[in-house]
């Protein structure tokens, strides 16, 4: 046996063994997982999800430890997994349930946020990629997944962002259009288990990973790409209540409008930066495939006509 296999076959060991306990340690190269055989997704259930939420904030914990165990009480989620990824403080141990796993990376690296996860605890068809301050309503979670099964190459999200190309300037930028999207955000994003493997493994994306670790950013707008080069189509965006506790336009509990900054979105010229990842990535890959979506997915159609009830103008469906 090759030293590689011999690691790999102890990481997987070491993988199994601890899901059982949920506390996971990874003193091991990550890369090896990309050795393994991939999961034979086809035999997973399709009406289950597997959550991945990154961590790196300890201040944070209290609210991690909330949506961990908001996700764990959903029928439709089969593991909640929190990816730790600082390595110099230690995640709180209340955050371990019996549903939960603690993966505790070997760097902040945001390609970590892709790991490709091994069997022992991948347990669904479908991952949902999540910030540790985001948190949806269990329908839309539950709609989402639902469309998912109806659309298994597409990614799905619930923030839209686009890309466009700067005339006056003949480069790409990174944008929101009222009308249209490209984009879906890893605040909360669903996709088919396998694009881990295609984002952390593909030999072909080694540069252009290389541009996410030196920027600290764009992760998403790379597994965008990725989505995109195998299906020739843009992203769904899907309606529905999402809480996020990291928009800088949350108010504080007094009321006052004080935005708090947070989060790495609330950096300085981030639009900017963003904007110069998809032009790498279009440059290293040599293909631009970003296509534009249109309209919202729902999860059901009523009556928009308004009516006048009880001095109200109301939805004409809507009781007085």
């Known amino acids: 046996m090759n030293p590689r296999s011999a690691i790999l076959l102890l990481l997987l060991h070491f993988l199994t063994s601890a899901a059982a306990a949920g506390d996971i340690f990874t003193p091991f190269n990550i890369s090896a997982l990309c050795t393994s055989q991939l999961p034979d997704i086809s035999s997973l259930p399709s009406d289950r999800l597997t959550v991945l939420i990154s961590a790196y904030h300890p201040s944070r914990s209290t609210l991690l430890r909330r949506l961990t165990l908001s996700y764990s009480s959903l029928p439709s989620v089969s593991s909640v997994l929190v990816l730790w990824s600082n390595p110099s403080s230690p995640p709180h141990p209340s955050l371990i349930t019996h549903k939960l796993h603690l993966l505790r990376l070997p760097s902040p690296s945001l390609n970590l946020r892709f790991l490709p996860i091994p069997s022992p605890l991948l347990r669904s068809r479908f991952v949902a990629v999540a910030d540790d301050d985001v948190f949806p309503s269990p329908g839309a979670l539950s709609f989402a997944l639902s469309l998912a099964a109806r659309h298994p190459r597409s990614l799905l999200g619930f923030f839209p962002r686009s ?13 929101l259009h009222r009308d249209r999207y490209s984009i879906v955000l890893t605040k909360l994003m669903l996709l088919r288990a396998d694009y881990l493997h295609k984002y952390s493994c593909s030999p072909a994306l080694i540069a252009a990973r290389a541009v996410v670790d030196r920027e600290r950013n764009c992760e998403d707008i790379l597994m965008n790409f ?11 965006l899907v309606a529905g209540r999402v809480r996020d506790h990291g ?10 409008g ?13 639009w900017e930066r963003r904007g110069r990842c998809i032009a790498e990535f279009h440059r290293l890959l040599g ?26 103008l109301v939805s004409c469906d809507q009781d007085a």
């Open 226 to 236: 990725v989505a995109a080069m195998e299906t020739g189509e843009g992203p769904l």
């Open 287 to 312: 293909v631009m495939p970003l296509r534009y979506s249109y309209g919202k997915m729902v999860d059901e159609i009523g009556e928009q006509g308004l009516c006048r009830k009880g001095g109200k």
């Open 258 to 270: 004080q935005a708090r900054r947070v989060g790495l979105s609330a950096r300085k010229q981030h």
């Open 247 to 256: 928009d800088p336009r949350n108010q504080d509990a007094g009321g006052a």
């Open 163 to 175: 890309h466009a190309l700067d005339l006056s300037s003949r480069s790409w930028i990174y944008t």
